[in-house]
Nanobody
Framework: QVQLVESGGGLVQAGDSLRLSCVASEQTFLDYTPGWFRQTPGKEREFVAAFSGSGHRNYYSDSVKGRFTISRDDAKKTVYLQMDSLKPEDTAVYYC?????????????????WGQGTQVTVSS
């Protein structure tokens, strides 16, 4: 069982930057492929960014492409989401997740482990 703990959320103004971190409890986290999702009240969980299973490329939703960057530090068992040029519509609870091999990167149902979420609020 892998536990994921996110941090780094907060209240910022439009145009600001934030970096979210997700720390895994187990070394076996390295056997999984991480991703980030977000959710607002009354809406389904939305894909934000993820690594490919091979690690050769990253995937981003159209709404964040060019502004957000996913990265990882395996030695620290940590995944990051660098968020630049934030917009009010980026306001959401952000979740870190990990999926096994072969899973569809954009589908929340493919992910086996989830963090508790961290709130990001962007004011206009």
């Amino acid at each position: 069982q892998v536990q994921l703990v996110e941090s780094g959320g907060g209240l910022v103004q439009a145009g600001d930057s934030l970096r979210l971190s997700c720390v895994a409890s187990e070394q076996t986290f390295l056997d999984y492929t991480p991703g980030w999702f977000r959710q607002t009240p009354g809406k389904e969980r939305e894909f934000v960014a993820a690594f490919s299973g091979s690690g050769h490329r990253n995937y981003y939703s159209d709404s964040v492409k060019g502004r957000f960057t996913i990265s990882r530090d395996d030695a620290k068992k940590t995944v990051y989401l660098q968020m630049d040029s934030l917009k009010p519509e980026d306001t959401a609870v952000y979740y870190c997740a990990a999926r096994g091999p072969g899973g569809r990167y954009f589908s929340p149902n493919e992910y086996d482990f989830w963090g508790q979420g961290t709130q990001v609020t962007v004011s206009s």
